[in-house]
C-alpha cells in the first residue's frame, strides 16, 4: 500500500476550514448535523492531577509547583534523552578496629552504593564524575542554580508591579465611594452586624485589600512612575564590557566533536546548558497529568480518559477514525499528463455498524478556497451507485470475496474482505493547471457520502427514558470533502510506481469465473 505509514497524504475538511488527517479529527454525537472538529475546534481541560509517568508519584498541583513539576526520584539521560535505571554495586570502604587496639589494623567491609546507567547509548553517572550514593531514592540532589537569588529578586520585583497594576484596574472598575458602612469600626452591636458581611457585601473590599497586602509597605504615590518603582525595587543588571580572549589550543589544536554537546542537549537544561560532555548531569523527570477535549458547540466531552493513573483507557473516545470511512492510497501509476490514470483507492470502516457511500465529482464551484492547498486534476469515478460497508467482524476469519452487488459496478469494487474495500477510480492531471511541473504533485478534490445508523440515544433528553424500551437508529447522511495528494508528477529521488497488489489480482479472477 502506498501510504500504509504515511496517512498525511489523505486529508478531510474540518468545521474550521482546515485540512487534517482522518486520526486527527474528533467528532460530537450531540452536535446537528455531525460535523468533523480539530484540536481548534474543542475545548481542551487539563486535570488538576500531576503524575510520573515511571514510579506512579502523584501530587496535587501547589505540591508540583514546589518542585518544579519535577519528580526527584526519575532521571532521563541527558545524552539521549531516555529513562535512566538504578543499578548497585558493592565496593569495599576500610574500616577501624578498636581503639584499645594499638596496631593500626583496618578490616574492609563491604557496602552497597547506587548509580544510573542509560540502557540505550550506555552512559553513565560515573563518566562525568558524579559520585555514588548509598540510599535510593533522593539520593541526587537537584543541582543549584547560580542565579537563584536575582531570579528571586526579579520575581518578587514583577509581583509587586502586577499588584500595582491590579489595584490600579479595580479603581477604574470601582471608583471610590463613600461607603462608611463597609469601614465602620467599633464594639457597638450595630458594627458587628455590619461587620458580619452576611450578604457577601465585603467581598470586592476584601479582594481589594489582599492585593494591596502584597505590595507591603511600598510607595503608592501616583506621581511615582511603575518604571520608577521598578528600579527601586531591583538593581539593574550589569553589562559586560570586555571578555577573555581565546586560549591557543582553540587555534592550534582540533577540536572533538565527541565532547561538545549539541543544541538539543543544552537547551534540556536551560538552567546550566552544559557546552561540553563532561558536564551533562542527569535530567528530573517531569510530572505529567491526563487531559480531556470538550465541543466548543455544545460543551460535551468528545475525549475523555479515565481518572486512574494507571489506566491508559478512556471512559469516552470519539474519534472520526471510528466514525467516518478513512480513504487510503493503494497504487500509484507513472502519470501521464491530461490522460486518465488508474489509482485504487482503499476505503475501511471501523464504525460499529454497516455503512452505504458514495463517491462525487466536485465542480469548481464546489471546492472549497484553501491556501494550503490547490486542486490540479481532475478525478472520476465509473459508478455513482451506493456500496454498503460491512462492519468489523472479528469471531471469524473472513477470506476476500466479493458480493453479488459488486458485480453490478463492473469492476469499480475490485477487492472485499471485512470492512474494507478497493475501489477504482481515474485521475487526470491537467496540464494548465501546473505551477512548476518539476516540483508538482498530483492533487485532487472529490466527496464522499456516508449514510449511518446512529442510536438515538445520543441526545441527552432521550437518554433519561425508561430503559426497557428498544434503542432506535436514526439515519444520518454526511457528506465529506476530502483532499488528496497522490505525490509529485515525476517520479524521482527514489520514488517508484506502486503496482497492483496480487491480492486484488486474484479477487477479480474469482469474480471473472
Not at 518604571?227 to 572533538?256: H, M, R, Y
Not at 492510497?329 to 486518465?340: A, G, L, S, Y
Amino acid at each position: 500500500m502506498a501510504t500504509l505509514i504515511d496517512s498525511n497524504k489523505v486529508k478531510y475538511l474540518c468545521s474550521c476550514n482546515r485540512l487534517k488527517p482522518l486520526s486527527y479529527l474528533y467528532y460530537c454525537k450531540y452536535c446537528k448535523p455531525l460535523t468533523l472538529k480539530c484540536k481548534d475546534c474543542v475545548i481542551h481541560e487539563i486535570d488538576q492531577k500531576f503524575f510520573c509517568t515511571n514510579c506512579l508519584d502523584n501530587k496535587v498541583q501547589k505540591e508540583v509547583m514546589a518542585v518544579k513539576y519535577k519528580c526527584s526520584s526519575c532521571f532521563n539521560c541527558p545524552n539521549c534523552n531516555n529513562l535512566l535505571l538504578t543499578r548497585a554495586s558493592s565496593v569495599k570502604i576500610p574500616k577501624d578496629t578498636a581503639a584499645t587496639n594499638q596496631s593500626a589494623q583496618t578490616t574492609q567491609q563491604p557496602q552497597k552504593v547506587y548509580y544510573l546507567i542509560c540502557v540505550f547509548c550506555r552512559w553513565t553517572t560515573r563518566e562525568v564524575g558524579i559520585p555514588d550514593v548509598t540510599s535510593v531514592p533522593d539520593g541526587w540532589k537537584l543541582l543549584e542554580n547560580p542565579f537563584n537569588k536575582r531570579i528571586h529578586e526579579l520575581t518578587d520585583a514583577y509581583k509587586v508591579i502586577a499588584a500595582r497594576e491590579k489595584l490600579e484596574r479595580d479603581r477604574k472598575k470601582f471608583p471610590a465611594l463613600k461607603r462608611r458602612s463597609l469601614y465602620i469600626s467599633g464594639s457597638s452591636a450595630t458594627s458587628s452586624i455590619l461587620h458580619s458581611d452576611k450578604y457577601g457585601i465585603l467581598a470586592p473590599a476584601q479582594k481589594r485589600l489582599a492585593a494591596t497586602a502584597s505590595i507591603g509597605n511600598q510607595n503608592l504615590d501616583p506621581q511615582i512612575t511603575i518604571e520608577q518603582q521598578f528600579k527601586s525595587l531591583i538593581k539593574p543588571a550589569e553589562t559586560i564590557d570586555s571578555f577573555d580572549e581565546l586560549p591557543e589550543e582553540f587555534f592550534t589544536k582540533g577540536s572533538n566533536i565527541n565532547s561538545i554537546t549539541s543544541i538539543a542537549q543544552r537547551h534540556a537544561n536551560p538552567d546550566f546548558q552544559p557546552s561540553k560532555t563532561n558536564e551533562l548531569y542527569p535530567l528530573n523527570k517531569f510530572y505529567q497529568s491526563k487531559e480531556s477535549k470538550r465541543c466548543s458547540g455544545c460543551e460535551h466531552n468528545v475525549l475523555k480518559p479515565e481518572s486512574n493513573i494507571i489506566s491508559i483507557k478512556f471512559k469516552l473516545h470519539q474519534m472520526a477514525v471510528f466514525l467516518v470511512p478513512e480513504i487510503r492510497i493503494i497504487t500509484i501509476p507513472e502519470w501521464k499528463m491530461d490522460q486518465p490514470n488508474e489509482v485504487i483507492l482503499s476505503v475501511t470502516n471501523r464504525y460499529e455498524g454497516d455503512v452505504n457511500i458514495s463517491f462525487l465529482c466536485l465542480g469548481d464551484e464546489q471546492v472549497p478556497n484553501l491556501s494550503n492547498f490547490e486542486s490540479n486534476s481532475k478525478i472520476e469515478f465509473e459508478c455513482e451507485d451506493t456500496i454498503v460497508i460491512d462492519r468489523q467482524d472479528n469471531s471469524k476469519a473472513v477470506m476476500a470475496q466479493l458480493k453479488p452487488t459488486d458485480e453490478r459496478t463492473k469492476g469499480f469494487v475490485c477487492f472485499r474482505r471485512d470492512n474494507k474495500i478497493a475501489v477504482k477510480c481515474l485521475v487526470t492531471p491537467i496540464s494548465k493547471k501546473q505551477t512548476d511541473k518539476e516540483l508538482a504533485h498530483v492533487r485532487c478534490i472529490f466527496g464522499l457520502n456516508c449514510s449511518i445508523n446512529i442510536a438515538e440515544s445520543s441526545s441527552p433528553q432521550i437518554q433519561n427514558s425508561s430503559s426497557g424500551s428498544k434503542e432506535a437508529f436514526i439515519n444520518s447522511v454526511i457528506t465529506h470533502r476530502i483532499f488528496v495528494d497522490f505525490g509529485p508528477l515525476k517520479l524521482e529521488d527514489g520514488l517508484k510506481v506502486v503496482p497492483r497488489p496480487r491480492y486484488i489480482d486474484d479477487c477479480l479472477k474469482n469474480l471473472a469465473k
